[in-house]
């Protein structure tokens, strides 16, 4: 029991250690999905075009990230700040790797390091990891969003949710408008110039998800919930770009809605998880609508609440 005691008590030691580290650092610089790559001009390139191509589920071409580059012999301490930093380098004796590092400089902080023998091989390793190095600095920033809504969210908005479907789940402290339907909750920023939004509803078909018409399901909720301005227009999925993934027993969708009827429209992601207890599915959407400015960075702040999303026991 002594010997059990001691280990905990070291393991709390190294975690204060690096929780008093991380205090200790600067800020980061930069802002949400933008990424700094340092690098001679060739690699720099290379790393750009992967972090530049289009993300998917969005009405116009918006690149994963925002992408600014400096020369290695540039990197000081201002630079060095940055919340994603990514530093390259090609010569014959590096090797061929990939490194990934926390708050190494500035919190919160993502610092990679990307090595290559020649800007061929590093085309090559490019190729083959560009999906996991987007995933994983999407991730990095995603969890970023996670933090600060825990700090700063709206409490009441999520009682309600607890009171009506049984989650518990971090809600943005502005979505401070809500309309309440059947088994459904519909929550909004409801700013003029990128209006941000979260639904909450049930399937009630048991807990199976493999089958379900995802874009029927959704269409039927919300066009009893959620109508236009005038008579017979609803919100509807865009008949093209729909996507469904699963990942750790959670059902991703994402596309794009438009208002039948109406000029309205935008992207959307929803998260669906089975509820083993109620015996239901519970889905959380983020839906956003601004159309006078780009949309990557509103849905994805906005999809990191929904990964909050837990059921409740």
Not at 232 to 245: D, H, I, K, P, Q
Request: hydrophobic letters at 40%.
């Amino acid at each position: 029991m002594r010997g059990w005691t001691l280990v905990v008590a070291v393991m709390a030691l190294l975690a204060s250690c690096r929780d008093g580290r991380k205090a200790l650092l600067p800020e980061s610089t930069g802002r949400a999905y933008e990424a700094l790559i340092v690098g001679d001009s060739k690699a720099t390139d290379i790393v750009r075009s992967v972090l530049q191509e289009p993300m998917e589920g969005l009405p116009q071409q918006e690149p994963w990230f925002d992408v600014s580059v400096a020369d290695s012999k540039r990197l000081n301490a201002t630079l060095r700040s940055a919340r994603c930093l990514i530093v390259t380098s090609i010569g014959e004796n590096s090797g061929n790797s990939i490194s990934v590092g926390y708050d190494v400089y500035a919190a919160p902080q993502v610092v990679v390091r990307i090595k290559a023998t020649s800007a061929e091989q590093l085309s090559r390793m490019m190729r083959t990891r560009a999906t996991t190095l987007r995933e994983l600095l999407t991730e990095n920033e995603m969890k970023t969003a996670r933090q600060q809504l825990e700090r700063r969210h709206n409490t009441e908005a999520e009682r309600t949710a607890r009171q009506m479907f049984g989650v518990e789940m971090r809600i943005p402290e502005d979505m401070t408008s809500s309309k309440r339907g059947d088994n459904f909750l519909w929550l909004s920023n409801n700013a003029a110039d990128g209006m941000q939004n979260i639904c909450l509803y049930i399937y009630k078909k048991g807990i199976a998800t493999d089958g379900i018409d995802w874009r029927t399901l959704r269409d039927s909720v919300m066009a009893a919930n959620i109508p236009g301005e005038e008579p017979g227009m609803v919100m509807r999925t865009a008949t093209e770009g729909l996507t469904t993934s699963s990942r750790d027993g959670t059902t991703i969708c994402r596309g794009l809605w438009e208002m039948e009827g109406d000029m309205m429209g935008g992207p959307f992601v929803s998260l669906a998880v089975a509820d083993t207890v109620r015996k239901h599915i519970v889905v959380a959407e983020a839906f956003v609508y601004a159309p006078s400015r780009e949309k990557r960075n509103l849905l994805r702040q906005t999809e990191a609440a929904l990964q909050t999303l837990r059921t409740a026991p």
